[in-house]
């Protein structure tokens, strides 16, 4: 009896003292990421992966033709990788990864960390590995400016 009445009156100061902590959505902001440009004359582009700490992915912006892109937005962190669904669709520069993703910053610390997988040949496969302060990130529209993709426009 005496183990029901406490558990009567410390379950809901359980139950308020964890909503105290929980802050759902914290404060952040939302950045564009592009890889940076470390391509060789003749290289072409056969894989990327991204790996956001403390992020989470918001939008695909760009997805290269032909490609096959796996993408898991979870908490405390993001991935997303692709490659080309047939070596033809391999490409030679990096605008395909520039400003390619929105990532919302969810809480310090915030890392990046990624690898794109180039060849010149499709013999031999070189990995470039990018850290966060390699990657070029831009100030993206807060949710109220971003208008829904022209398709969706039209529609309405």
């Known amino acids: 009896m ?18 105290q902590f929980h802050t759902g959505e914290a404060p952040g902001s939302d950045v564009l990421v592009s890889f940076p440009n470390r391509m060789r004359q003749g290289d072409q582009v056969v894989r ?8 989470t992915i918001l939008a695909v912006d760009k997805v290269p033709h032909d490609w096959v892109i796996r993408m898991l ?23 395909p990864l520039k400003r390619f993703v929105t990532v919302h ?4 610390p915030f ?25 070029v990130l831009e100030a993206a529209a807060s949710p109220h400016e971003r208008q829904p993709p022209r398709s969706q426009r039209q529609l309405r």
């Open 111 to 135: 890392e990046l960390v990624g690898s794109v997988v180039v060849t010149s040949e499709f013999t031999i496969m070189r990995t470039n590995v990018v850290r966060t302060e390699d990657f």
């Open 48 to 55: 990327f992966e991204l790996h956001i700490r403390n992020g």
């Open 105 to 108: 910053k969810d809480r310090d």
């Open 2 to 19: 005496r183990s029901g009445k406490l558990t009567f009156w410390l379950l809901p100061a359980l139950a308020f003292g964890c909503a």
């Open 73 to 95: 937005a979870e908490g405390p962190g993001s991935k997303i990788s692709g490659e080309p669904n047939h070596g033809a669709s391999a490409f030679q520069n990096m605008a």
